[in-house]
């Protein structure tokens, strides 16, 4: 147990986290209208606060106490958060049914969650085998993030994405499973432009198309100094003709009865 003056200032703070994760509120979601709505009627944040409260308890070695906490919160709000992860300030969770943080995961400052997130792990040995997310994070619905990867500063995770491998800062990941795509500004980050997502697969069709185009440029390039490229379309043309007439031909005699 910690003494008594570190826990009067560990409470202390804990009210003004508290204070903040309502003015977080009314700067990601923009149908929050009262403090009286947000403090009554945003389950994200009754599990945010619930979360504090028991990872304090959890920190001071009250273990049972603070996993009843997050017992009575999963039921309450839908999102269950062991009491052991570390979440950041201005943390929030938009709708939130479905969520789910495990033990050792850790989440930076000013991230956004929305509902049906899971950050699991992938071991079942006992080290540190969540995610850990970086500041400014946002992990869009239903997106799943597995093991004791890194999720850098100014991610984003799109909707439905499965991430199994550490992504780097500013970057966009989409698909399942999860691939990066490009970047995203801070204004579109601020602005939450979610529809503004990548495709990295019609990327990479699209770059291996350029480079067809120019591969068969640089061929009738050399084709026209060599001089073959006349006779070469002049062969083609012919061969064309002769499979053309003997299909035709073939559609006749089939036509006629023959080949029955």
């Known amino acids: 147990m910690e003494n008594f003056g570190d826990i009067k200032k560990e409470v202390s ?9 309502i003015q977080t509120v009314f700067a990601k979601d923009p149908a929050a209208k009262s403090i009286l709505e947000v403090i009554f009627c945003y389950p994200g944040l009754h599990a945010v606060w619930a979360h504090r409260v028991a990872h ?17 919160n999963r039921w309450l709000t839908g999102i269950e958060i062991h009491p052991g992860a570390r979440i950041g300030r201005r943390f929030f969770i938009d ?8 033990e050792t995961a850790k989440i930076g400052d000013g991230v956004l969650m929305y509902q049906g997130v899971v950050l699991g792990g992938t071991s079942l040995e006992k080290k540190k085998r969540h995610p850990t ?9 239903g997106a799943i993030v597995l093991g004791g990867i890194n999720i850098g500063d100014g991610a984003r995770i799109a909707a439905g994405s499965v991430v199994i491998h550490d992504v780097p800062r500013r970057a966009t990941v989409v698909g399942v499973p999860g691939r990066i795509g490009m970047g995203f500004s ?49 062969c083609l043309v012919k061969k064309g003709v002769e499979i053309n007439e003997g299909f035709l031909c073939a559609s006749e005699e089939f036509s006629e009865g023959g080949g029955i």
């Open 133 to 141: 997310l970086g500041n400014n994070v946002v992990v869009g619905t």
């Open 95 to 102: 709708h939130g049914m479905g969520v789910v943080i495990g």
């Open 56 to 72: 304090f308890l959890w920190k001071n070695r009250l273990l049972l106490i603070a996993r009843l906490i997050s017992h009575i």
């Open 186 to 234: 801070v204004r579109e980050i601020q602005d939450l432009e979610h529809g503004k997502l990548p495709d990295p697969v019609a990327d990479a069709i699209r770059f291996m198309m350029k480079e067809q185009e120019k591969l068969e440029e640089r061929i009738r390039q050399l084709e026209l100094k060599e001089g073959t490229s006349i006779e070469f379309d002049k």
């Open 13 to 21: 703070d804990l009210f003004k986290r508290m204070r903040e994760d």
